[in-house]
C-alpha cells in the first residue's frame, strides 16, 4: 500500500466495534435503496436519487457496514446559502443493528469527518418519529449545544394533506 493509499483510507474509512464506517459511493445507491425500503416511516426515493446521494453527495454522506451487509446510512447537504449547516436528508439504520448506538456514531462521524467548516446539523423529523426525536435530541446533547424547531412543510400548506408535517430541527452551533 502506498503512502496516498493509506491517508485515503484513514479518510474515508473507520471502523468502530464491529460496525464499519466509510464514505458510500455510487456502487452503493442500489443497497440503500432497499435499506430505506425498510425503514418506515422514511419516503422511498428512486433509486436514482440513491444513486446521487451516493455519488455526488457522497462527501456529505456517511454509511455503515456489518459483516459485510450495510446497516446504516446517512444523506445530507450543505445548505448552498449557509454552508456551515449540514442538513441531514435521511438517517436509516436496518432493522437488525437497531438500539446499538448506530444512528448516534454515523451522525458524529459524519460531523468530524466535515470539520470546523459545519457548525450546524439541521433535519426534518414528523412529529410522531419518537426514535427519530430522542436520536437527534441525544446528539445535541452530545454536542452540548441548542436544539430548537419549527415547522418546516405543513401538512395541509405544503403537503396538500398527503404527508404529516416535517417539523425542522436546527441543532448547533458546535465545533468538532
Ligand atoms: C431512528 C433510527 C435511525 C435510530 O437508529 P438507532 O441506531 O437504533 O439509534 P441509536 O441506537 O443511536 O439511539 C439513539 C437514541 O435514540 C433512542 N431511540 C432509538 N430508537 C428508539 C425507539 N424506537 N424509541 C425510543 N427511543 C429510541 C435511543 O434510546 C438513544 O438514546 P439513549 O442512548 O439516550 O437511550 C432508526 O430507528 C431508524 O432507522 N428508524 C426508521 C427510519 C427513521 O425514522 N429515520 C429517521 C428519520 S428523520
Not at 32 to 59: A, E, G, T
Not at 103 to 112: E, G, K, R, V, Y
Request: glycine share 6%; net charge negative; with cysteine.
Amino acid at each position: 500500500m502506498t503512502d496516498s493509499d493509506t491517508s485515503l483510507v484513514s479518510e474515508n474509512l473507520t471502523e468502530r466495534k464491529d460496525f464499519v464506517f466509510r464514505k458510500p459511493s455510487s456502487t452503493d445507491g442500489s443497497a440503500v435503496f432497499w435499506l430505506i425500503d425498510q425503514c418506515k416511516p422514511l419516503d422511498v426515493n428512486s433509486m436514482y436519487c440513491n444513486l446521487l446521494q451516493c455519488s455526488h453527495f457522497r462527501d456529505t454522506a456517511i454509511l455503515a457496514e456489518q459483516n459485510g451487509q450495510l446497516a446504516g446510512f446517512v444523506s445530507g447537504y450543505r445548505l448552498p446559502e449557509r454552508p456551515e449547516v449540514l442538513f441531514v436528508w435521511q438517517l436509516a439504520v436496518a432493522p437488525s443493528a437497531r438500539g446499538q448506538g448506530l444512528a448516534s456514531q454515523m451522525l458524529l462521524q459524519l460531523l468530524q469527518r466535515l470539520g470546523a467548516d459545519v457548525r450546524y446539523l439541521h433535519t426534518s423529523i414528523t412529529p410522531s418519529n419518537l426514535a427519530s426525536w430522542n436520536t437527534f435530541r441525544k446528539l445535541a446533547s452530545s454536542l452540548d449545544t441548542e436544539l430548537s424547531t419549527s415547522v418546516m412543510f405543513d401538512q395541509q400548506q405544503h403537503f396538500g394533506g398527503a404527508h404529516d408535517s416535517e417539523e425542522l430541527l436546527e441543532i448547533g452551533p458546535f465545533s468538532l
